[in-house]
């Protein structure tokens, strides 16, 4: 099994301190190492994904920062991180890991669900917020991530009722699921049949809203 060395946490750790072009071309030789390193795990958690659903090969994002629009100039990001997404329109959502001292966690779901799809979720759970309760209390995806994240709106979106017995869930603007591991947990040798083993247990979430995204409210395919 593919492992993460404790090198790549050390390095991130002496870049977030020293977070300036001219340290990092003075450490770019590390750093060309620790990202080809890394990708035999993201490759493992991509080929122990497939074996029960249909993903594309993983994305390793860029450690350079786009700072055009923000008011954090520092250059570079202090972690390491890869997506994976679901191959067709029919499957929707993606899996997310990010490796970085003190903030090590993986991700799933819908993290900027545009317009359309955020109603459409909106009002599945409007019409049935048993199925919804239902998959987000399956005993495996309990177990590996517990309770829905996401930022929330304070009150009911507009056009749903304030006092609908699901109100909690229909003001989240975004439907993630979250679970961090300690830095021990992530050089372990087994890390990647942790986090494949937990991406699997949200399978249900998944398919759940990849459903709900293809059809209208009748059920009918939009596809």
Known sequence: MAAIDHSLFAFLEELKESNSREWFAEHKERYDKLKIQILPFYQQIEELLSESDDVN????????????????KTPYKTHFSASI??????????????????????????WNPNKEDLFRIRKEIELDHHEFEQVLNDKELQRHFGKLHGEQLKTAPKG???????????RFKQFLLIKKFEKHEAVSADFGSQVAAAFISARPFLDYMSNVLTTDLNGESIL
């Open 57 to 72: 090969a993983f994305h390793a994002y860029r450690i350079y920062r786009d700072v055009r629009f923000s008011s954090d």
């Open 160 to 170: 749903f009722n304030k006092d609908h017995a699901a109100i909690s869930y229909l």
């Open 85 to 110: 997404s679901r191959k067709t329109a029919a499957l929707r959502g993606g899996y997310y890991i990010h490796l970085e001292p003190n903030n090590i966690f993986i991700a799933c779901g819908f």
